[in-house]
């Protein structure tokens, strides 16, 4: 039995408690930090034993780390804490050999602890002086909550407010240590709240803002709704924009920089439509407001258009750099290369959107653009461009130095320690001041590491953050594009997304689960991108626990913007259905989540597009409830369910209610294809069934010469191993069988040891092209197939450069749930399906990856051929033939019919690739065209078959062309009773 030190602090007082025992051979005493909710007992070698919730007496540390209360890295060495003890009001910590001792001050109240760094012996680089990871999952279902809060700029603490799973703070020789601070926090769920807003509240080097954090879900600014505007708002469409966001149900308008709107970096606007500069927004706010419409001023933070003032015709002095390079030879005015003395051999040329890097060199007054380098000495820049950007070409002596300047979205930065970087952030708020608007969005925040590193980004980015908060008169609302530890005092909501062009409701289930639980997946390295949107890799298991939680980890009000509606455009994007934009409404009242517009709402918009207007009126009612908050936590609790649908409708008596409702997807793939007979599960009582029929895009054949060949197998080896889960071993060898066909045939063979789960068990053969191959008129695939039967997922994947689709998956699916030897044709990019597997993540941005991003087919770099699913202590083998890049082609279909148990109904019309036919009766059966345009009222033939209550096989049929598949998606509807209210 250990002796212990009892320090239980009441009113910043200090009591002592000490057991001793009188014989000599105990063993030395831990030490207890307690307060009113929870004590926090460590051993005197610094290890973490007890972190207890004192009202249950449940101890959440997780006792396996077997972690130590701190730590330090010296010369990139870690080293644990070895001695502690408490001397007075301080910790003393000891590092062992490295000499290096540490005090720390800890001072508390009844529910809270902080310790602050006093003093530190000997030379670190940093300083871990908290390290407490817990059990808790960080959600509020949870009656106990535990919180460490960052006091000021140089602490870094990396998990979120308010509901944490590890409890670390750290701080930095190159940004400071002593005096690096944190408030510790272990309450009762519903008092967490509370109490941080009196802790920021007193925080001197923290600015202040009640209109986010601790505040947020009090304010009424982050459950709002808002269209974005780039740029056609001025004091003559004021008007204009007041009915639409009155006619479209939106309360808010987020104004976003860029083109020819405001400069990024000066906020210098367009002076042909706002003669009056930003005087026009103070009078535009004005108008905005008496119309009860708040107003968000949109940036790109700290990025810097390269057309600005702060770049051409001089650029300026505080312009951010990568690194410099001294000239080793002058340069003329129609010098070509530039030598310089420092080694080029690290030098990309490769840029894009999301590319951290540039081709543009600052020396002087001159920017120059370069497209290569020398790997070896004489190192040199070649393929100039000289005066880039506007700028004046010009002489250039000797020794000068060279600036690599920092770049990322296609945009210069300024050094983050320069005035440059501190007058932005104080234009920022000048406008908003002068101007009255209501809220700021800082886009491209998440590109902070650009200021210093991969591993200093919450610094900067918070830095900057703070300059802006400081020169604020007011506190208003704040959005960012990315997240960090600081950045919650000020956030209004959480977390808006890029649009989704495909898998719809799938993507809004993964966009809940991750805002939910943001830091599910944070990495063990410091990534500028650890709370990105569209990053989170959760797949369905963990996508079903948490997107139905009631608000979740961060206690903000969540958002479900941005939203932009799509038409039919094959194969990568699905046209935005009446059931999707259901789908988004319902999970907006269930969570009371707000929802933003990019755009296509115009009046001109809306008149080409139905099936957009349609999805404006669903949506505004639809959010007209939920401002209301008509519905009860009962029906919202149902609502917030993922994969659970529910439609809103009206009742006899006026009410409005919800009723539970499937859409049953199936793709028919030929109309003498085995897919043309499926079963589809009723789980409601018989009813007369409901459909909607949409021709897809057909194929031409395997054999057409216009086929491009990507593989033939004649070469295996050029298909290499490029990833895999542990313990999934595989290869691509020749098969001594030939395809069907004639052609030769290649067996991908793999075995899954059991070490990885069955839905993560991924790997990866994959064949590069060099040249790119231009699939811009071939962007459906072909493949013979010979499965084994044994349920694996075979997944053939084309990609375009990174920097050029952003990692787009153009992947396709198919199951090898079949033996023998079948014909695949592979048109549409697989997206839903995506996230009930467990996949590696390749390019920085899973979700959107495979929901947002389009392959580029023009410029193909890869072809991959995937398994997963793969059982374990399985081996599968699957047999390939020749995968052909094939054109897709416009089919039809005429006179489609559905049977169910002998009943046939029969729609008597000629459907072509992207029309739709919805059938709800008898009375109410439309066609449209690919906008949702209506081209006929049907009156279907034959009666309307009854889908009964469970298994019900149903029965396709048609007339399709002769030398091609007609190819469709049939989609059954089935509903159930209204939902009880009370």
């Not at 001089?314 to 003329?332: A, H, M, Q, R, S």
């Not at 009582?685 to 057909?698: F, G, T, V």
């Not at 897709?888 to 008597?908: A, D, K, L």
């Amino acid at each position: 039995m250990t002796n212990n030190y009892f320090f239980n602090f009441r009113s910043y007082c200090f009591t002592l408690i000490v057991l001793s025992f009188a014989f000599a051979s105990c063993s030395p005493q831990n030490i207890v930090l307690e307060n009113d909710h929870f004590k926090y007992v460590i051993a005197p070698n610094g290890r973490n034993l007890e972190f207890v919730d004192k009202a249950t007496h449940k101890d959440y540390l997780d006792t396996e780390s077997g972690s130590k209360c701190a730590y330090i890295f010296v010369d990139g060495q870690r080293h644990d804490i070895t001695s502690l003890s408490f001397v007075k009001d301080k910790f003393k910590m000891g590092f062992g050999e490295t000499g290096v001792d540490v005090d720390i001050l800890v001072s508390t109240s009844n529910d809270r602890i902080t310790l602050k760094v006093a003093s530190v012996s000997g030379e670190i680089e940093s300083l871990v002086f908290l390290n407490i990871p817990l059990t808790l999952e960080g959600q509020p279902y949870e009656p106990f909550t535990a919180c460490a809060l960052s006091m000021n700029l140089f602490t870094h603490v990396r998990q979120l407010p308010p509901l944490q799973t590890n409890l670390w703070a750290e701080c930095y020789n190159k940004f400071g240590i002593i005096g690096a601070e944190v408030t510790l926090l272990g309450l009762p769920q519903q008092k967490v709240l509370p109490v941080i807003r009196d802790v920021i509240s007193s925080a001197k080097d923290i600015p202040f803002s009640d209109a986010g954090g601790a505040w947020a879900l009090t304010k009424k600014e982050g459950y709002g709704s808002y269209l974005m505007n780039f740029g056609s708002l001025t004091e003559e469409t004021v008007d204009e924009w007041i009915e639409t966001c009155h006619n479209l149900g939106f309360n808010q308008i987020d104004s976003h920089g860029g083109g020819s709107f405001f400069e990024f970096g000066t906020f210098d606007l367009n002076k042909e439509k706002w003669p009056d500069g930003w005087d026009s927004f103070k009078r535009i706010n004005e108008r905005l407001h008496k119309a009860g419409i708040s107003h968000i001023f949109h940036t790109y933070a700290f990025f810097i258009d390269k057309n600005s003032r702060y770049v051409t015709p001089i650029p300026n002095k505080d312009l951010g750099y990568v690194n410099t390079f001294t000239l080793l030879e002058p340069i003329n005015e129609t010098a070509d290369e530039i030598v310089v003395k420092e080694p080029t051999t690290n030098i990309s040329t490769v840029t894009g959107f999301h590319t951290e890097n540039s081709v543009t060199l600052k020396i002087g007054d001159e920017l120059i653009e370069f497209t290569g380098v020398t790997k070896s000495a004489p190192y040199k820049f070649t393929g100039l461009k000289r005066g880039a950007n506007g700028t004046k070409i010009s002489l250039h002596g000797l020794n000068e130095v060279t600036y690599h300047l920092s770049e990322r979205f296609g945009r210069f930065v300024p050094g983050p320690e320069t005035p440059l970087f501190d007058e932005m952030a104080k234009r920022h708020a000048e406008i908003v001041n002068h101007c009255g608007f209501d809220g700021m969005y800082f886009d491209a925040i998440d590109g902070s590491a650009v200021l210093g590193g991969e591993e200093n980004f919450w610094y900067y980015g918070t830095k900057f953050i703070f300059e802006v908060v400081k020169n604020l008169e007011r506190p208003v609302g704040m959005e960012m594009s990315s997240m960090s530890h600081h950045w919650w005092h000020y956030r209004s909501r959480w977390q808006a997304w890029d649009r989704p062009v495909r898998g719809y409701k799938r993507f809004i289930d993964i966009h809940l689960a991750s805002i939910k639980a943001s830091g599910l997946f944070l990495p063990d390295e410091i990534v500028s991108y650890e709370w990105e949107h569209g990053r989170w890799p959760g797949h369905t298991p963990i996508i079903d626990k948490y997107a139905g939680v009631d608000k979740g980890q961060m206690q903000l009000p969540l958002h479900l913007g941005w939203w932009g509606n799509q038409i039919w455009g094959p194969p990568q994007v699905e046209p935005t259905f009446s059931d999707d934009i259901e789908y988004l409404g319902s999970k907006m009242i269930g969570n009371n989540a707000g929802f933003s517009q990019l755009g296509g709402v115009d009046k001109k918009t809306l008149e080409e597009i139905p099936l957009f207007k349609q999805a404006t009126e669903i949506i505004k009612q639809y959010d007209k409830l939920r401002h209301e908050n008509y519905f009860g936590e009962k029906v919202k609790e149902l609502l917030r369910q993922p994969g659970k649908e529910y439609k809103l409708f009206q009742q006899g008596n006026d009410e409005w209610n919800f009723k539970p409702i499937v859409y049953d997807k199936h793709k028919v793939k030929g109309l003498d294809h085995s897919t043309a007979s499926w079963t589809v599960i009723n789980k409601f009582k018989a009813q007369p069934i409901k459909l909607r029929i949409e021709p897809l895009m057909s194929v031409k054949s395997y054999d057409d010469p216009s086929g491009i060949i990507l593989t033939d197998f004649s070469k295996p080896t050029d298909f290499i191993n490029k990833s895999n889960a542990e313990g999934i071993t595989g290869q691509i060898s020749a098969a001594e069988e030939k395809v069907v066909t004639g052609e030769k045939a290649a067996i991908f063979s793999a075995q899954n040891s059991g070490e990885a789960p069955q839905d993560g068990s991924y790997i990866n053969m994959e064949k590069t092209f060099e040249p790119l191959l231009d699939l811009s008129k071939n962007q459906a695939l072909g493949v013979w197939v010979k499965g084994d039967g044994n349920g694996q997922i075979l997944n053939l994947s084309v990609r375009s450069p990174i920097h050029i689709s952003h990692g787009a998956h153009g992947d396709h699916f198919i199951k090898i749930d079949f033996t023998g030897w079948k014909y695949f044709e592979l048109v549409e990019i697989e997206s839903s399906k995506i996230s009930d597997y467990i996949w590696p993540d390749d390019s920085h941005f899973y979700v959107y990856d495979s929901y947002r991003h389009t392959v580029h087919f023009g410029m193909i770099e890869r072809l991959q051929l995937w398994y997963n699913n793969v059982q374990a202590n399985k081996k599968v083998s699957t047999v390939l033939g020749p995968v052909k890049a094939l054109q897709m082609v416009p089919g039809f279909v005429e006179n489609p019919s559905i049977t169910i148990e002998g009943e046939t109904i029969v729609f008597p019309v000629r459907m072509e690739s992207g029309m739709y036919l919805e059938f709800f009766s008898a009375n109410d059966c439309k066609l449209y065209g690919s906008k949702g345009e209506l081209l006929a009222e049907v009156k279907p033939e034959g009666s309307i078959p009854t889908l009964a209550k469970g298994s019900n096989e149903i029965y396709f049929a048609g007339k399709g062309p002769n030398e091609i598949n007609a190819r469709l998606q049939v989609t059954v509807i089935s509903e159930g009773d209204p939902l009880d209210k009370n």
